[in-house]
């Protein structure tokens, strides 16, 4: 489960990198700007998912044992 979580995580890094150069900081919120910055947020929504799901197995983990 820890490499399918990381595996995760590295694309969304890689949607964030992505969508960082769709974007046209002239027209910041217009267009394909936009979509970019939605794909953004969700990429770091999906970071911030898988981390927490990997801490929470973690802590399963160790009352697992004791």
């Known amino acids: 489960m820890k490499i399918f979580t990381t ?3 590295v694309i969304a890094l890689a949607l964030i990198i992505f969508n960082i150069f ?3 900081f002239d027209h910041l ?3 394909d700007s ?3 910055l ?3 947020a969700a990429s770091f ?3 911030f998912i898988l981390l927490i799901f990997r801490m929470s197995k973690m802590i399963e ?3 697992k044992n004791n």
Do not use: S
Request: charged share 20%.
């Open 34 to 36: 936009m979509i970019a």
């Open 7 to 9: 595996i995760l995580v």
């Open 29 to 31: 919120f217009e267009g």
């Open 45 to 47: 929504c999906a970071i």
């Open 22 to 24: 769709l974007l046209d």
């Open 38 to 40: 939605i794909g953004i």
């Open 61 to 63: 983990e160790k009352t």
